[in-house]
C-alpha cells in the first residue's frame, strides 16, 4: 500500500518534545513539501520510508541530562542533510563531539543574528542563509547553549550572546540553529525552513491538495478493494464532511454517511446538513434520530466527562447498530457498477493530524484536559475498521481540500462544532428545555455575527448556557431567570487561542435580542478569557 511519504519528497521532523514541533511540521507543509513528526526515539530501522531531509527538534530536556532523550546516531551517515532546531543542534553537537553547557543567564525572546561565514571555507555551505541578508531578527528560547562546536563545523550565525547561533558542517548538508525559525516571531524564519528543505534537501514542492485528491482516491479504492463497504460520522462540519465527499468520489454509494441526531445539536441542524449533503454533494446520507437515547443516557449528568464519554459511546453504539442495519439490506445494484451487499467493514472518521501528533508526540498525550468524544470514547472491542483519508492533514489543508472538490464556501468556513454539542456547552444537567434555550440563543448570536460579516474573521463563536439563575425587571415586573455566555476566539491551531473583540454596538444588538426573544434568559455576558488559562468550551 503507497503510504503519503512514498508519493511525496518527505522531510522527517524528530520531535524531541518541543511545544513547537507541530509548528515546524506546518512551516515546510507551507513551502508545499509533505513533512512527517516522529518520536526522537525513533529508531531508523523503524522508518519505513526514505526522508529527504532530517529536522530535530527543540525540547525542554538538556542535553548533558541523564535522562535525556537523544537520536539514533545512524541519521549522521544515512546521506541526507540534517537541520538541528535549538536542542537539536545541541543534540547535533553532543554526539558530533562538541560540547554544550548552562548558559550564565537563559535567553528568551528576540535576538539579532548577524550572519556571517565565520571561520568557514567552503562557500556553499551557508546556503540556509542565502538571500537573507546580513542580520536578521529572531525568536530564542534556551538555557544551554553550545561552549565548543564539534570538529569540522563553521559558525554562519552568531549574536551578542550566543557566539555558536548557527553553525554549518564543513563538507557535510549538517545545520544546526539555536535560534527557532518555526515560530512567527522570527519573521524570516519561513524562509530559513524553506532554504533547508528546498535548497539543501531539493525537495520539490509538489504537496498540493491537487496531487493529494488523486493520490488519495487511488489509495481509498487500493484500501476498500471492488466491493468492500464503508459507513461514515458525518457531522456536517468541515473534516467529516470533506471526508465523506472524498470517500464519495472514490466508492460512490458504497459508501454510505450517518448522521446522528443526538439531541444537542444546534438549530435546525440535521435538517440543514441532510440537505447539503444529499442534494448539494450527492453524498448518500441517513440521519437518524437519535436524541431520545442520547437524552435519556445524559438524563441528571452534570459532570463534563461523564458526558463526553456517554455522548462517544452512544455514538459508537449508534453506528454499529447502523451497519447491522445496512448490511441486513439486499443486495442492490449501485451506479458505479456491480452489486453491492454484505458486510460493511470500514467506518471512516474525520481524524486529522493534530489528534494524531497529540498521540505520537515523544511526551505522550498530554495530561488528560478533556476527553474529546472522537479520541478518548471510542468502544475498545469496536469491530468497524477505521479509515481516516485527513489524517496526514491540518485543517487549512483540509479546508483547501474542500475547496477542490467543490463543497460550498460557507460550508468549507464554518467553524467547528463538537461532537457532544450543546450537552458540554449545558453547564448543568442537559434536558430538552435547556437544549431549545441554547440553540435560540445560540443561533440569534450566529446570526447577527453573520450579518455584521464577522463570521470569518472569527475561528469559533457559541453560546453557553449558565446554570446559574439572577434578577431582572421586564414590563415593570420580576424576572428571575437564567444567564447567557457568550464565547468568541480567533486562534491559529485551537491549541492557544484569544478572545474576539467585538464592536460594542454588535454585543448590544446580539443581548438586546437574546433577552427579549428567548423565553428563559434576562442576562447576556461576553467571555473574555483566553486560552490558556481558559479552554475554548467550557466544559
Ligand atoms: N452528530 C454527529 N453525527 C455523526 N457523526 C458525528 C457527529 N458529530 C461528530 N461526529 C463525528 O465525530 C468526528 C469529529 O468531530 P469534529 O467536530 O472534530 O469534526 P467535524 O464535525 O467533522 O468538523 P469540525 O471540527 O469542523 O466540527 C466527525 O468527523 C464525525 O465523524
Ligand atoms: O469534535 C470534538 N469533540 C470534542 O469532544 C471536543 N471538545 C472540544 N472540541 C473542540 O476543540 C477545540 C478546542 O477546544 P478546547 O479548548 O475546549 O479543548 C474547540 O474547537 C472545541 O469546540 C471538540 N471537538
Ligand atoms: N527550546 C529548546 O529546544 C531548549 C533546549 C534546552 N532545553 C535549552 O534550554 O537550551
Ligand atoms: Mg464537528
Given at each position: 500500500?503507497?503510504?503519503i511519504?512514498?508519493?511525496f519528497d518527505t ?6 518534545g ?9 512551516r ?13 526515539t ?15 527538534s527543540?525540547?525542554?530536556?538538556s542535553?548533558y541530562d541523564k535522562?535525556s532523550?537523544?537520536a ?34 537563559r535567553e528568551?525572546?528576540?535576538?539579532q543574528v ?10 556553499s555551505v551557508?546556503a540556509?542563509?542565502?538571500g537573507?541578508?546580513d ?8 538555557g544551554?547553549?553550545?561552549?565548543s562546536?564539534?570538529p569540522?563545523?563553521?559558525?554562519i ?11 554549518a ?8 540553529i ?15 525552513i ?31 478493494g471492488?466491493?468492500?463497504?464503508v459507513i461514515?460520522a458525518?457531522?456536517?462540519g468541515?473534516?467529516s464532511?470533506v ?12 459508501f ?5 441526531d443526538?439531541?444537542?445539536?444546534r ?5 440543514q446538513?441532510n440537505e447539503?449533503?444529499n ?5 448518500n446520507l ?6 431520545d437515547l442520547?437524552l435519556?443516557r445524559l ?5 463534563p466527562?461523564q ?7 452512544t455514538?459508537?453504539?449508534v453506528?454499529?447498530?447502523e ?9 442492490r ?14 467506518l471512516?472518521?474525520g481524524?486529522?493530524?493534530p489528534d ?5 508526540s515523544?511526551?505522550?498525550p ?7 468524544h ?12 477505521l479509515?481516516?483519508?485527513?489524517r496526514?492533514l491540518f485543517?487549512?489543508e483540509?479546508?483547501a481540500?474542500g ?5 460550498p464556501?460557507?460550508l ?17 444537567p ?6 431549545k ?8 448570536y ?6 455584521a460579516?464577522?463570521?470569518?474573521q ?17 414590563g415593570d415586573?420580576?424576572?428571575?431567570e437564567?444567564?447567557?455566555a ?5 486562534t ?6 484569544d478572545?474576539?473583540?467585538?464592536p460594542?454596538?454588535?454585543?448590544r444588538?446580539?443581548s ?19 486560552k490558556?488559562?481558559a ?5
Open positions: 500500500m503507497a503510504e511519504h512514498d508519493q522531510i522527517l521532523i524528530l520531535d524531541f518541543s511545544q513547537y514541533s507541530h509548528l515546524i511540521t506546518r515546510c507543509r507551507e513551502h508545499n513539501v509533505y513533512a512527517e513528526l516522529m518520536p526522537c525513533t529508531q531508523l530501522k523503524d522508518v519505513k520510508f526514505k526522508p529527504k531531509g532530517i529536522i530535530l527543540g525540547s525542554p530536556y542535553v535522562d532523550p537523544h539514533d546516531p545512524g541519521i549522521y551517515d544515512l546521506g541526507v542533510p540534517i537541520l538541528g532546531i535549538c536542542y537539536g543542534l545541541q543534540e547535533m553537537a553532543w554526539q558530533l563531539k562538541g560540547t554544550v553547557e548552562e548558559c550564565d543567564h528568551y525572546g528576540f535576538a548577524k550572519i556571517g561565514k565565520i571561520g568557514g571555507e567552503n562557500a551557508d540556509l542563509f542565502e537573507l541578508g542580520e536578521m531578527p529572531v525568536w530564542m528560547s534556551h544551554d547553549q553550545l561552549s562546536p564539534p569540522d563545523f563553521h559558525v550565525g552568531y549574536t551578542g550572546t550566543a557566539p555558536y547561533a548557527a553553525l558542517h564543513n563538507s557535510k548538508p549538517f545545520y544546526g539555536q535560534f527557532h525559525p518555526e515560530v512567527t516571531h522570527s519573521p524570516r524564519g519561513k524562509e530559513v524553506g532554504r533547508f528543505i528546498l535548497n539543501i534537501c531539493g525537495c520539490r514542492a509538489h504537496w498540493t491538495m491537487e496531487e493529494f485528491i488523486g493520490k488519495e482516491i487511488a489509495r481509498i479504492r487500493e484500501i476498500c471492488p466491493t468492500g463497504r461514515g458525518v457531522s456536517g468541515v473534516d464532511t471526508a465523506a465527499k472524498l470517500m464519495h468520489e472514490a466508492i460512490g454509494d458504497r454510505h454517511a450517518i448522521m446522528v443526538n439531541g444537542v445539536l438549530l435546525n441542524e440535521a435538517k446538513v447539503m449533503l442534494q448539494n454533494l450527492g453524498v441517513t440521519v437518524v434520530d437519535a436524541s442520547f435519556s438524563d441528571g449528568v452534570e459532570d466527562e458526558k463526553r464519554k456517554i455522548i462517544g459511546n455514538f459508537i453504539n453506528f454499529e447498530a451497519a447491522a442495519k445496512i448490511e441486513a439490506e439486499p443486495a445494484e449501485v451506479e458505479q457498477g456491480g452489486v453491492e451487499k454484505g458486510r460493511v467493514e470500514w471512516l472518521q481524524t486529522l493530524y494524531v501528533i497529540e498521540s505520537i515523544f511526551k505522550g498530554s495530561a488528560t484536559i478533556k476527553t474529546h472522537n479520541v478518548g470514547g471510542l468502544l475498545k472491542d469496536m469491530k468497524l475498521k479509515i481516516e483519508p485527513l496526514e485543517k487549512d483540509v479546508r481540500l475547496r477542490l472538490l467543490s463543497i464556501a460557507p468549507v468556513q464554518r467553524h467547528p462544532f463538537p461532537g457532544p454539542g450543546l450537552a458540554i456547552r449545558i453547564l448543568g442537559v434536558t430538552r428545555e435547556q437544549v434555550i441554547l440553540q435560540q440563543a445560540d443561533n440569534i450566529i446570526e447577527e455575527i453573520r450579518k460579516e464577522l463570521y470569518d472569527i475561528a469559533q463563536a457559541f453560546a453557553v448556557l449558565l446554570p446559574v439563575k439572577a434578577v431582572g425587571v421586564m415586573s420580576r424576572t428571575y437564567q444567564v447567557i457568550l464565547r468568541a476566539v480567533q491559529e491551531d485551537f491549541m492557544t487561542a478572545w474576539y473583540v467585538f460594542p454596538e454588535i454585543l444588538r446580539i438586546s435580542r437574546i433577552t427579549n426573544e428567548v423565553a428563559g434568559i434576562n442576562r447576556v455576558t461576553y467571555d473574555i478569557s483566553s490558556p488559562p479552554t475554548v468550551e467550557w466544559l
